[in-house]
């Protein structure tokens, strides 16, 4: 369980965050909803540890991680899947999925989630040699998400997967997530300019506004309330 | 043709120390994105280090020891402690750290090892072998300068490209915040790539040694033929830097040669210009590569 309680971060004078709490139950999707500018990334990114908060706490399974480094807050199972950047171009798509588990101790462990990954995603086992810088925007989803499983992360964080993806890819991916959720026990943050595909796969969902929490419930909830939706969720 | 003959071997044997500084900047470039412009002045330092140990009694294979192991430590620490606080300052600052530091090599050497010029003593002969009944020249110690630089070439590419730890090396040099992401240490890996670079360098400083002259000057040439080499390459590909170092050797030992070694300067500088106009990037850059 990811627990975030009044979490302030701030980029020199603008505040990009005001006091937004929230809490990620296990086995589940959380869509973190809003406009340009709203503050969603900056809450990944400080939960990952690349933005550092003015104040408040973000703790996983009761154990407080706030001023961790990312690389040990990746190391605890978090997985951070970047927006468009996620995939090192230069690397190939091999290298790219080993790179996920390598802080791992287990090798056969990681022989083992590496052919998982290629069974989930067969169009990556397909161009396993070819460097990632030629792949289509949907493979590199893939890719980004594919690292992530084979690093074996419990708590999935990801960055707008929607953009620049064509609507039935997205779907697709979105589908093997949301299989992952209810056979691994994944828990996923995801963040979304796109409400309405967002709040179709997610359990619930939180709605921010200029770095503040302004909705919060089920998602099936949010989806009826219509002055939210003409309000902040533009359909 | 006996001219040509010698002037080739010749060019490959300074080519192969020109590509190690390649190399050792290529590795620091590609890290950090810092050309470390006190890299001959650290081999200069290291160099001394081994002659200190040779004037104290010791062999000559423990002096080379002490040089490329002076060189590990040298370079991890000056990334610990130089480089690191001005990581996330703009990049001009640590260029303006790396030419102090080579000020202050080039200051502390005389005070520390006395200023006059000192020769170093060769691994193996330095007198051309003999080929039937005609000396060529290449000597043994030529023979061990390439090979010793070849060697060090054929690990670092097998610790790049078939251990993990050079994946996450190369990781954390393409993209440092992704990696982090992906539980790689970067620090660690910096570090490692500056102590790797400043072995390297370490190593062209005492196979060149013997053939110049010992002073705390004397690795500025090395690391302006070897720069020039290393843009050559187009300064992000090992690969790169390895050929543009052996181009520069055989094209100076050429200009040397045929037109007189007052012009090998004016030489890398045309080669330089020539090859820049032609292909901006240089020869091997992977930044063609992410455009197609």
Not at chain 1, 101 to 113: F, S, Y
Not at chain 2, 156 to 184: C, D, H, W, Y
């Amino acid at each position: 369980m990811l627990e975030i309680a009044d979490l302030t971060v701030a980029y020199g004078p603008v505040v990009a965050l005001h006091g937004v709490s929230l809490t990620v139950a296990d086995a589940s999707i959380t869509a973190v909803l809003g406009a340009n500018g709203a503050g969603k990334t900056t809450l990944v990114r400080t939960i990952s540890g690349l933005t550092r908060p003015r104040a408040g706490s973000i703790r996983l399974d009761g154990r407080d991680i706030t001023r961790l480094a990312p690389e040990e807050i990746a190391r605890l199972g978090i997985a951070h899947v970047p927006q468009g950047q996620g995939v090192l171009a230069e690397l190939t798509v091999d290298e790219n999925l080993r790179l996920g588990g390598l802080w791992r101790t287990d090798p056969g462990g990681q022989r083992a989630a590496l052919a998982e990954a290629y069974e989930l995603f067969p169009p990556l086992a397909a161009r396993r040699h070819v460097a990632a810088f030629s792949l289509s925007g949907g493979e590199r989803q893939m890719l980004s998400v594919g690292r992530a499983l084979v690093a074996r992360a419990g708590v999935l964080l990801l960055d707008e997967p929607s953009l620049g993806l064509a609507r039935l890819v997205l779907v697709q991916i979105m589908a093997r997530i949301k299989a992952l959720v209810t056979e691994r026990q994944l828990t996923v943050l995801l963040i979304e300019q796109n409400a309405r595909s967002a709040l179709s796969v997610a359990h619930q969902a939180i709605v921010l506004h200029l770095g503040k929490v302004v909705a919060q419930g089920r998602a099936q909830q949010l989806l009826s309330e219509e002055e939210l939706r003409h309000a902040y969720l533009g359909f | 043709m006996s001219r040509f003959f010698v002037l080739t071997l010749n060019g490959l044997t300074q080519g192969a120390i020109y590509a190690a500084m390649a190399l050792a900047l290529v590795l620091i470039w590609r890290a950090t994105k810092v050309i470390n412009f006190a890299q001959g002045a650290m081999a200069m330092f290291t160099t001394y280090l081994a002659l200190f140990a040779i004037d104290h009694g010791a062999p000559y294979w423990v002096a080379f020891s002490v040089a490329l192991l002076s060189g590990l430590l040298l370079g991890a620490i000056v990334e610990r402690v130089i480089v690191r606080p001005v990581e996330s300052a703009p990049p001009l600052n640590v260029v303006i750290l790396t030419l102090g530091l080579l000020l202050f090599f080039q200051a502390i050497a005389p005070m520390a090892f006395g200023g006059q010029i000192r020769s170093f003593p060769p691994a193996f002969s330095i007198v051309g072998l003999h080929l039937g009944n005609a000396q060529i020249a290449f000597s043994p110690f030529d023979a061990f300068t390439l090979g010793s630089v070849v060697t060090v070439m054929i690990l670092l590419l097998v610790l790049f490209q078939k251990t993990n730890l050079g994946l996450r090396m190369r990781a954390s040099a393409f993209n440092p915040e992704v990696s982090r992401l992906l539980g790689i240490r970067v620090g660690r890996m910096l570090t490692l790539g500056w102590a790797l670079a400043s072995l390297v360098g370490a190593l062209a400083g005492v196979l060149i040694a013997p053939s110049f002259l010992l002073y705390p000057t004397f690795m500025d040439q090395v690391l302006v033929y070897g720069f020039t080499g290393a843009v050559l390459g187009g300064l992000d590909s090992a690969m790169g830097a390895v050929i543009g170092g052996l181009l520069m050797g055989f094209a100076l030992s050429y200009v040397g040669g045929y037109f007189g070694s007052d012009l090998e300067t004016v030489g890398a500088l045309v080669i330089l210009i020539a090859v820049l106009m032609v292909r901006p990037r240089g020869l091997f850059s992977l930044q063609r590569l992410r455009e197609v």
